[in-house]
């Protein structure tokens, strides 16, 4: 759990270093493409015979993919790595308080929202655009967990995930081809996005699903926590960018206020469907 979470915040840092050449929409190209070449081939999805009923979600998760991955890297362009997916980590947050009525959920809500407060300090000289990306990826996120939910039950193993994956490539390629013709892929630029599409999608996902096998799906939730430390991490060591003292204790209540909610959880009877939903979105 701990190097697929590396691994998939050190890839958002390596991706990071191809925005100059070809932006956050080239990244996320590269990114939803190499997913897709890996995944369909492995998992081999009987796209033919998928029913409507089958379809409409896959169709609504390739979609959800992209916006996540869109909005999440354009944010970390405009205000770092760290600030980006500590907001983006309130999307799973919501989904696991949305529907308690008990009074600590909703002491956790609000911890969660005065570290969001510490963390981003609202200003004058405040990224709003950057802010509210961040704060899409987390809505993005949150629609991921309810879609795969549904797809869960109506698809079996990674088929619902590689044809997303398909569906978010071919989402994709008019932007992938635009570069492309432009000429904009050179070689550092390219190999950084597809690093990124490796280390972010495929490697995280591989583990998440092996690690799921053996720890209950409550402790890898509280396990997600440490995702906002670990992309601090990365954006301090490969992009420089150092966290000023009110973004790491920001960072830092935001994840307590998580551990507490997913730590004093009601068990939930564990179904097929939730290896895939706890699983980080590709």
């Known amino acids: 759990m701990l190097v697929s979470g590396a691994s998939s915040q050190s890839g958002a840092a390596v ?20 997913a897709a070449v890996v995944l369909l081939p492995t998992v081999r999805p009987p796209l033919l015979r998928f029913t409507r009923a089958q379809w409409w979600p896959v169709l609504l998760l390739g979609l959800v993919f992209t916006a ?14 760290g600030l980006a997916v500590t907001l983006e980590f309130l999307g799973p947050l919501a989904v ?15 911890g969660a929202a005065v570290g969001v ?21 987390a809505a993005c996120w949150a629609a991921y967990i309810l879609l795969n939910r549904l797809v869960g039950s109506r698809l079996p193993g990674l088929q619902a995930t590689a044809a ?11 932007v992938v081809v635009l570069l492309l013709v432009q000429g904009r892929f050179s070689t550092g630029p390219l190999l950084a996005a597809i690093t990124a599409g490796l280390l972010s999608s495929v490697v995280p996902y591989a583990l998440d699903l092996t690690a799921l096998r053996f720890v209950p799906s409550r402790f890898f939730g509280m396990f997600m926590s440490v995702h906002p430390v670990l992309a601090a991490t990365a954006g301090a060591i490969i992009l420089q960018q150092a966290l000023a003292a009110h973004e790491a204790l920001g960072i830092g209540i935001v994840v307590l206020a998580n551990l507490v909610a997913v730590s004093t959880m009601r068990p939930a009877r564990r179904t097929a469907a939730d290896a895939q939903v706890s699983a980080a979105p590709m």
């Open 164 to 174: 997303a994956s398909g569906v978010a490539a071919l989402l994709n390629a008019p």
């Open 117 to 137: 407060y510490v963390l981003v300090l609202p200003g004058p000289a405040t990224d709003v655009l950057g802010v509210g990306l961040a704060l899409a990826a």
């Open 96 to 110: 696991a308080l949305a529907g308690s009525r008990r009074l600590l959920d909703l002491g956790c809500a609000l």
């Open 15 to 34: 991706g990071a270093h191809a925005f100059a050449a070809i932006g956050p929409a080239g990244v996320v190209g590269v990114r939803q493409l190499v």
């Open 68 to 81: 996540m991955n869109l909005s999440l890297y354009t944010a970390i362009d405009r205000i770092g790595l």
